[in-house]
C-alpha cells in the first residue's frame, strides 16, 4: 500500500485530556479521535491492529473447537430480568426503550443471549460438548471513563461460551480456552502472565485473568518467583505472618497520642514499629424489606495490621457481608464508638458491632488500638484479657511483597498487570436461572454446564502500547503492527532512480504477502522517519539516491539504536529473514 492511498494523521503533541502514555500515543499517532467520553473513532490505522488482533483470536478459537455466531448489541430486558441482573447491575448497565415502551438493555456482555440459544437448540447430550463466540460491540456507562481505550464505554470484545453435560467435560472445556488463550497472547508477542482470579459479577466457580505486564497496570499481581503460583491481590490469599499468639507482656495503657490518628503517625509518635499497631475499620449492612426500606442495620468492625490494607473483595465474601456492606456514616460511628474517625478500637464501644479479625490481628498481643475517645490509643491490648476474642477471624487483607507465597514454595514478588482477557467456570448460574437443559441418555433433563471467555480486543491495543513504548513513539509487536514494513524513500517525488527502486521493492513485498507501506509523500526525512517511529512500524528501509548508486539501502528495526546497511539486491531476502525471525 502507498502512503497518498491511505489516511494518515500524526499529530506532535497529544491532547490535554489525555492521561496515560497509550491513550496520548493513540491519538497522536492517529489510530483513534475522541467522539464524546469513553467513546472513539477507530482511524484507518487503529482499524489495521484491530483486525490483526481479531484475526488471530479467530483463528486460535476455531483451532480449539469454538464456532464463531454474532449476537445483537441491543438486547430486551426480558432475558436480563430472568437471571436478576437487569435490577442487579448498576448503572453501568445501559437500559433504553423503544417506541412502545418496552425495555431493552445495550450489552455489557451475552451470557442472557447465549443461554437462551442453547436452551433452544441444544436440547441433547448428543450436541454436547459446544462453544460459541463472537467479535462484538460493548456498552458500559462508566461513571469516569479515562485512560482512552483502557477504560472506555464503547469497546470491542471477544467472548465465547461453552457447555457441556457435567462438570468433568465442563473442566475440559475450560483447559481448552485457557490453553487458546495461552496461544493467542503468545502470537501476539506480548508479555503477559495468567493469574487466579476472583470472579466478580459474572460469577462461578474457577476464574483466571491474562494480564499483560506493565507498571501503569491498574491491577496488582502477586506472583511466586520459585514456583507457578500468581493470582490477583483480589484473590491472593494472606497467610498469618504470626505463627502463635504470644503471652500478653504489658499492661493496657491508655496513651495520649495528641493529633494523631493514622497508624503511620501514632506508630512514629509511640517509636514502636508500624506492624504492632492495628487498624480499624467501620462497614455497615442494611436489612431491607421488599419494599426497599431498611428495617434493621448491623456496624461491623474489620481490624487489620497497621502496614496492611483492607482487601473489601475478601471482605465481601464474608457471611454477612455477602448480599452487600457499605462503609458506615459518621453517626453510625458515632452511636456506636462515641468518637470520630482515627481513634476507633474495639475496646470500650458504646454499642455493640460484629467484629472481624484479619488472621494476623488474631495473634497478635500486645498491640496498638484506638481508644474511641479522641487524642489517645491503648498500647498494650492483648485478646481475651482486654477485649473478647473476635467473632469471625478470616484473612480479609491484601498480600504484600514478602509474604510467603500460599502453596509454600517460597516468598510473593508484586508487579502491575493489565487485564485483556478472562476465563471463567460459571457450573450452572445460568442455565438454572433459565432453565437450559439437554435430555441426557435416559431421557432426563440435566442443567447445562458453561464456561465464559472473553478478550478485550480494543484494550489490547492499549495494554500492548503500555507494554511497549518509547520516548519516539508506539513499539508494536510485528503481528499487531498496522503494517510489518514501511519504506522510506528520500525524495521520491524528485528522483526517477529512488521511486523506481521504492516502487519495486514495494511490488516485490507485496507479492510475498508482505504487509508493506510505501510513503510516496515526499516528506522531508526527519518527518517522515518521525511519523512512522511514532506509528511504531517494526521494519524500516530507507532508499536514498547516494545509497542506490552504491548498491545500498539502509535497515534499522523500530529497537534498532543504528540503522544496518544492506546492498539494495538482498534486502528483499533479509526483510524475509527478520519477519521469520
Known sequence: MKASQFFISTLKEA????????????????????????????????????RKVENIIREEMNRAGAVELLMPVVQPAELWEETGRFQKMGPELLRVKDRHERDFIIQPTSEEVITDIARQELRSYRMLPKNFYHIQTKFRDERRPRFGVMRGREFTMKDAYSFDRDVEAAGKSYEAMYAAYVRIFERMGLVFRAVAADTGAIGGDRSHEFQVIADTGEDAIAYCPDSDYAANVELAEALPLIAQRGAATQALTKTPTPGKSTCEDVAALLKLPLSQTVKSLVLATDEKNEHGETLKTTVWLLLVRGDHSLNEVKAGKIEGLKEGYRFATAAEIDDHFGCKPGYLGPIGLKKPVRVIADRTVAAMSDFVCGANEADFHYTGANWGRDLPEPAVVADIRNVVEGDPSPDGKGKLAMQRGIEVGHVFYLGTKYSKAMNASYLDENGKPQLLEMGCYGIGVTRLL?????????????????????????????????????????????????????????????????????DWELIGVPHRVVLSDRGLKEGKVEYQGRRDAQATVVAAADVGAFLKGRLAA
Open 15 to 50: 491532547p490535554a485530556d489525555a492521561e496515560v502514555t497509550s491513550h496520548k500515543l493513540m491519538m497522536r499517532a492517529g489510530l483513534i479521535k475522541r467522539l464524546g467520553a469513553g467513546i472513539y473513532n477507530y482511524m484507518p490505522m487503529g482499524l489495521r491492529v484491530i
Open 462 to 530: 492499549g495494554a500492548a502500547i503500555e507494554q511497549s513504548h518509547d520516548e519516539r513513539g508506539i513499539v508494536w509487536p510485528v503481528s499487531m503492527a498496522p503494517f510489518s514494513v514501511v519504506l522510506c524513500p528520500i525524495g521520491y517525488d524528485r528522483s526517477a532512480e529512488v521511486k523506481a527502486a521504492a516502487d519495486r521493492l514495494h511490488d516485490e513485498l507485496q507479492a510475498q504477502g508482505v504487509d508493506v507501506m510505501l510513503d510516496d509523500r515526499g516528506e522531508r526525512p526527519g518527518a517522515m522517519f518521525a
